[in-house]
């Protein structure tokens, strides 16, 4: 079985920077690709980002292309999402999950979800 540990969410004015780490233990051998969601109260949990473990593959949400980057550290089995020119809108509780195939993950099956970690962005 896989556990998936987030960290550095926090508060943030309109127009900086955080950056989110997700460690993954267990049973990591299993683990194909490595992502991130989000999600406001009364709204659906949305894919933000995902990668491939090895890295080659990479996907992101339009509402955060070119402002967020997904990362991974396949030695350590820890993936990244450097936020930039955060918004107002970006805040949310953000999520790092795991699948083993793409297609999971894009319709937001992953098979393995971390506890959350809140980011909140003031204008």
């Known amino acids: 079985q896989v556990q998936l540990v987030e960290s550095g969410g926090g508060s943030v004015q309109a127009g900086g920077s955080l950056r989110l780490s997700c460690a993954a233990s267990?049973?990591?051998?299993?683990?194909?690709?490595m992502g991130w969601f989000r999600q406001t109260p009364g709204k659906e949990r949305e894919v933000i980002a995902f990668?491939?473990?090895?890295?080659?593959?990479?996907d992101y949400a339009d509402s955060v292309k070119g402002r967020f980057t997904i990362s991974v550290d396949y030695a350590k089995r820890t993936v990244y999402l450097q936020m930039n020119s955060l918004k107002p809108e970006d805040t949310a509780m953000y999520y790092c999950?795991?699948?083993?195939?793409?297609?999971?993950?894009?319709?937001?099956?992953?098979?393995?979800w971390g506890q959350g970690t809140k980011v909140t962005v003031s204008s």
């Open positions: 999950a795991e699948a083993a195939d793409r297609s999971s993950m894009s319709a937001g099956r992953p098979r393995v």
């Open positions: 267990g049973y990591t051998a299993s683990i194909l690709f």
């Open positions: 990668s491939y473990i090895r890295g080659s593959i990479t």
